[in-house]
């Protein structure tokens, strides 16, 4: 640490250096939760939740694929889909908690204003979507802060994939699945068709 560097500076440094993972983190936790509420606890998707899923899932690929080739505007293809996220989460949580819009014509059997869970009165699925839209945007303007060292980003095959920057994705996806699976090991047997 040199002379005129302070601590704060180095948080600030290790914060924004790890806004990339911050939002892999997100994404992949909202991807796996939503398909544990549909396939494992059962409940059916609304037409909004889709829209939802639409916009979450390729996230999970975008930003971890970015992290690894060390692309330093992978933010310009996540923002599209995590404002959108926000716009369209932001909807469908006012559509279940107030009487502001009246629900869209849902075209699956569940109404978009079906409220699965309700935990302090204000969380629920749209909330934690909405949580994990704005956490992903927050990330990726934060991100461009903070560009990624790509002198390596000309490596080509193997190394391409595994280097020091690309470990924390591994490590952050694969917990993320090993939870959800032993979730779904727990959860999977008292399911109710």
């Not at 369209?88 to 279940?96: G, P, Q």
């Not at 409220?115 to 945007?137: Q, R, S």
């Amino acid at each position: 640490m040199s002379d005129h560097e302070s601590p704060m500076s180095r948080l600030d440094e290790l914060v924004l250096g790890s806004t990339r993972y911050i939002a892999l983190l997100a994404a992949w936790i909202a991807t796996t939760a939503s398909l544990f509420f549909s396939e494992v606890l059962g409940f059916i998707p609304c037409t909004l939740c889709w829209y939802q899923r639409i916009l979450m899932y390729p996230l999970a690929i975008i930003i971890a694929l970015g992290i690894i080739r060390r692309e330093n505007d992978v933010h310009r293809y996540v923002l599209p889909f995590s404002i959108a996220g926000i716009g369209v989460s932001l909807y469908h949580y006012l559509i279940i908690k107030t009487d502001w819009f009246p629900p869209p014509l849902c075209k699956t059997s569940v109404p978009c204003n079906v409220d699965y869970l309700d935990i302090f009165g204000f969380i629920n699925i749209p909330f934690m979507a909405l949580v994990a839209f704005t956490i992903i945007t927050l990330s990726m303007l934060m991100s461009r802060l903070w560009p990624m060292d790509d002198s390596a980003a000309e490596a080509e095959g193997i190394e391409a994939w595994f280097h020091a920057d690309a470990y924390p994705a591994y490590v952050i996806i694969a917990v993320v699945l090993v939870v959800i699976y032993v979730l779904g090991m727990v959860y999977g047997p008292t399911k109710v068709n």
